[in-house]
């Protein structure tokens, strides 16, 4: 499913930051903003609107979220007792499960880290670059741009029985 959602993430950053007020946005020089909040699933090429404005970011999720997410605002969720989001556990986990979540969670946050976060960040910098102004590497973005992080559900109160 993950990877799925990489490459439509892809496909989506390049139609969003085409359009033409999105892109005016980009290029503006006199607007300024107190606060940006964004989607936080998948829609990581508007990270660099907060750089851009100087504006804390709010982030919303309509769904329990995923590991990576609780990473933004320190919120642990091991793996040991924490199923990873996408797959059909609850929170009464026999060894295999756990084993298995490990393993998922290990592998979408390492392909997040060194796959997806870098390749979006070389989709979206040419967008940016045109603006001027420097723009910090998508994958720090995402390590320190999240002041608040709003979720539907918590991890560990909404599991499937």
């Not at 720090?140 to 002041?147: G, N, R, Y």
Request: net charge positive.
């Amino acid at each position: 499913m993950g990877l799925h959602i990489w490459r439509l993430s892809f496909g989506l950053c390049n139609a969003n930051l085409s359009e033409k007020s999105i892109r005016n946005l980009i290029q503006s020089k006199d607007l300024n903003f107190d606060l940006i909040i964004m989607e936080a699933f998948f829609s990581d090429y508007f990270l660099p609107f907060g750089h851009k404005f100087k504006a804390p970011i709010i982030k919303f999720c309509t769904f329990g979220g995923t590991h990576w997410m609780g990473d933004w605002v320190g919120n642990p969720s091991p793996f040991s007792y924490v199923p990873y989001g996408f797959l059909d556990f609850n929170d009464r986990l026999g060894f295999w499960e756990r084993l298995l979540s490990t393993l998922y969670g290990i592998f979408f946050r390492l392909g997040r880290q060194f796959y997806f976060l870098p390749r979006m960040g070389k989709v979206v910098r040419p967008f940016f670059k045109e603006a001027g102004g420097s723009l910090p590497r998508l994958l720090e973005l995402d390590a320190t741009s999240t002041d608040l992080l709003f979720l539907y559900r918590l991890f560990s109160l909404n599991l499937s029985n």
